[in-house]
């Protein structure tokens, strides 16, 4: 796939008699000696953190018995595409910053784009079948366990997946028919055509993008009503529940969910308007680190912080870990 894109690119830049971009600059965060040590050790200490912390919250779920319920599941899988998500951008962020070496090709930026939208589609995935589980959780309780059960987390989790998967297969099918024009410098932290100004050329391009519009709208619309819907009915149910501890209870194993996704929708939408304003280039910069780091950090703080059955599974373990080692 790479190599026969690289032929398209020679093929149709060779007619103009211009010299074929097949290596990008990736600006990053520009020239700045003294303060790229810094960023160096920043970038790998929140790296080593969200991985370390998702990859815990996955050997929690995978070990304990008692978190093996569909809702754990999904924190599970969602923690592992939040592994994947942070790998696919920042180890060659954390290179580059040692390295100083800012050219990567353009397949190999192709590769990092098609990794990353997969896992973002698959994290708002992910995210939509949280939601629908809480939903019937607390709005049909009496009906959950017929409806929710192993096979049917086990659909959804492939869903998401094929939906992220077939989606980043067709965007690539359109995008090899197209010739890379954008330009040779880019000023972003990692391969993110979507905000390159008019990266392509090619009749098709214009197509592609109107779809791509047009599809990311209903998508993200149809993902947030849903959400929305769901949760004005958990709110709604949650208030009807005469206890204020049942009331407590209920809104506890949601409210994680919750945040999390306000934090994505709000962070997706922000990066966007951000780009879509165009304000200081560094604000956006700022904005996309915030957006590449925060979901990943903060989706284990919050479901282990914030749930009990988590961090009575975490103690267990230290215990079990702790006499272990005193043997
Ligand atoms: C993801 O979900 C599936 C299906 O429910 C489950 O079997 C699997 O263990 C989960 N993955 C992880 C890493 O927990």
Redesign the pocket.
């Known amino acids: 796939m790479c190599f026969c894109f690289q032929i398209r690119i020679m093929e149709k830049r060779g007619g103009r008699n211009q010299t074929p971009i097949v290596e990008l600059i990736l600006l990053g965060f520009g020239n700045g000696p003294e303060l790229q040590p810094l960023l160096f050790l920043l970038f790998l200490m929140i790296y080593i953190v969200a991985v370390a912390e998702n990859l815990l919250l996955?050997v929690l779920?995978?070990a304990d018995v008692r978190l093996h319920t569909?809702m754990y599941?999904?924190v599970?899988?969602l923690s592992?595409v939040e592994i994947c998500y942070v790998s696919t951008t920042l180890p060659r962020l954390i290179g580059s910053l040692v390295t100083g070496d800012r050219n990567i090709s353009l397949q190999n930026c192709f590769v990092q784009f098609d990794f990353y939208i997969i896992f973002a589609n698959a994290e708002s995935g992910l995210l939509t079948a949280m939601c629908i589980d809480r939903y019937l959780a607390i709005c049909h309780p009496l009906r959950y366990t017929a409806l929710m059960n192993?096979r049917v987390?086990?659909h959804m989790?492939a869903s998401a997946w094929i939906f992220a998967i077939s989606y980043t297969i067709i965007q690539q099918i359109f995008v090899l028919q197209l010739t890379y024009c954008g330009p040779k410098a880019i000023d972003l932290l990692f391969c993110d055509f979507g905000s390159v100004n008019r990266p392509f050329c090619g009749a098709i391009f214009i197509t592609m993008q109107r779809l791509t519009f047009v599809f990311s709208i209903i998508l993200n619309v149809g993902l947030f009503l849903l959400t929305l819907t769901s949760y004005i009915c958990i709110i709604v149910n949650i208030l009807r529940i005469p206890s204020s501890t049942g009331r407590q209870k209920a809104f506890s194993t949601c409210s994680s969910h919750l945040i999390v996704v306000l934090v994505f929708y709000v962070s997706v939408l922000t990066v966007y308007a951000v780009s879509a304003i165009d304000p200081l280039p560094i604000l956006h910069k700022i904005m996309s680190v915030w957006f590449l780091v925060l979901v990943p950090l903060l989706n284990p703080i919050l479901y282990c912080l914030r749930n009990k059955e988590v961090q009575q599974s975490l103690r267990k373990s230290l215990l079990t870990l702790a006499a272990f080692r005193h043997r």
């Open positions: 996955v779920v995978m569909p599941y999904f599970a899988n592992t192993g987390c086990c989790v």
